[in-house]
């Protein structure tokens, strides 16, 4: 359990840093809603809500991380739960079966591709953001339906 123990110690570090940087993106974009609105239908405007929201959520997210490994650190059984179930044969084989980490990150990695291409085009920015968000959608259907068939 000591691996295991170590295991969950470095999943936290990870996540608090990820929490780090998500805060210091949030933090540089928060002068953005301060400043006086430029009126109409502005893209740079809806982009740069845009990118307040993604990072935001996904401090949201680490933060939930971070919480959830420290009640593990916690408590001794939990630890153990949290070995059966990362190892769990079957929950591997679905997420290998639905695509594995390709088809999630190649999905994470085109968000960040649109978020980039947004400074220069927002048809490519929205057509980037589309294909990211169908992968992950097909990634969790496929997921859903391997989970309830095996």
């Known amino acids: 359990m000591d691996k295991m123990r170590q295991e969950v110690e470095?999943?936290?570090k990870y996540w608090g840093r990820m929490c780090a940087l998500f805060a210091?993106?949030?933090s540089t974009n928060c002068w953005n809603l301060t400043r006086t609105t430029r009126g109409g239908d502005n893209f740079t405007d809806f982009f740069e809500g845009f990118q307040f929201g993604i990072a935001l959520a996904f401090l949201l997210c680490a933060i939930f991380k971070v919480a959830r490994?420290?009640?593990i650190l916690k408590d001794e059984e939990?630890?153990?739960a949290y070995y059966i179930?990362?190892?769990d044969e079957r929950s591997m084989a679905i997420w290998n079966k639905s695509g594995g980490t390709v088809l999630y990150t190649c999905g994470v990695?085109?968000?960040?591709a649109a978020v980039v291409a947004?400074?220069?085009n927002p048809v490519v920015f929205l057509t980037l953001l589309a294909c990211g968000l169908f992968?992950?959608?097909?990634?969790?259907?496929?997921c859903l339906y391997y989970c309830k068939t095996m």
């Not at 990695?109 to 960040?112: F, Q, S, T």
């Not at 992950?136 to 259907?141: F, H």
């Open 135 to 142: 992968l992950l959608l097909v990634k969790q259907g496929l």
């Open 118 to 120: 947004g400074y220069f």
């Open 24 to 26: 210091i993106l949030m």
């Open 109 to 112: 990695l085109i968000i960040g």
């Open 78 to 80: 939990a630890i153990r």
């Open 69 to 71: 490994y420290r009640k």
């Open 85 to 87: 179930k990362e190892h």
């Open 10 to 12: 470095n999943k936290l």
